[in-house]
Every structure is written in structure tokens, then in C-alpha cells.
């Protein structure tokens, strides 16, 4: 089993920046992607940005060039970086883990086993 945590949410400016973090335990995600996804009141979860073990990549388009994901093994943590937030990033940020031994990222959702609860991210215009 793999528990997830994310922290790091809060209330920012337009513009600002903050940096969530996803801490997992009960295994360690050797073999593991590990996805952002976020949803905002009255609309349906999207994906956001993901990471393979071995640090491949993918981004949305709403936030390629804004956020950075990266991931520290040795403490079994993904960060989300973002800056240059606007308004409409405002939603609950989920992580999400799930086994993928061919060292690649994935979109959909279901391929996510383990969820962490969210933390909520409010950009104010």
C-alpha cells in the first residue's frame, strides 16, 4: 500500500508562486509515475503534470512553461513548482501514484492507484 500526502497549498496572489509536495509512504515508488492532477469547483478532474521514475515528464498545455514537477527519491517526494499562478489554477491539487515498470508517464487517471486528499490552491485576481 502507498499513502500520499500533499501540503504546500494555500492562498496567493496572481502572479505568485507556490510549491506543493507529495509525500508517500508505506513503499517506495521505485517503478512508480507519479501525476498532479486538480479540480475546480463545477468541473471534472484534469490532469495536470506527471513524472516518471527515471524523471520523464508531461505537462498539460494550461501549464507547460508555468510549473515544475520533480521528484527526490532518497525521500520519497514529489514537488510541484509553480509560478506565474493565475485564477484559473485555482482548485484542489491531487498527487497520484501508480506502478509503471516501463518508465513511462500517463494522463488518464485510472492508471493512478493511490491518491493522496488534496490541498487547496486559491489564486486571488
Known amino acids: 500500500q502507498v499513502q500520499l500526502v500533499e501540503s504546500g497549498g494555500g492562498l496567493v496572489q496572481a502572479g505568485g508562486s507556490l510549491r506543493l509536495s507529495c509525500a508517500a509512504s508505506?513503499?517506495?515508488?521505485?517503478?512508480?509515475?507519479v501525476g498532479w492532477f486538480r479540480q475546480a469547483p463545477g468541473k471534472e478532474r484534469e490532469f495536470v503534470t506527471a513524472i516518471s521514475w527515471n524523471d520523464s515528464t508531461d505537462y498539460s498545455d494550461s501549464v507547460k512553461g508555468r510549473f515544475t514537477i520533480s521528484r527526490d527519491n532518497t525521500k520519497n517526494t514529489v514537488y510541484l513548482q509553480m509560478n506565474s499562478l493565475k485564477p484559473e489554477d485555482t482548485a484542489v491539487y491531487y498527487c497520484?501514484?501508480?506502478?509503471?515498470?516501463?518508465?513511462?508517464?500517463?494522463?488518464?487517471?485510472?492508471?493512478?492507484?493511490?491518491w493522496g486528499q488534496g490541498t487547496q490552491v486559491t489564486v486571488s485576481s
Open positions: 497520484a501514484a501508480g506502478r509503471r515498470p516501463s518508465l513511462t508517464v500517463t494522463r488518464f487517471a485510472d492508471e493512478y492507484g493511490y
Open positions: 508505506g513503499r517506495i515508488l521505485f517503478n512508480y509515475a
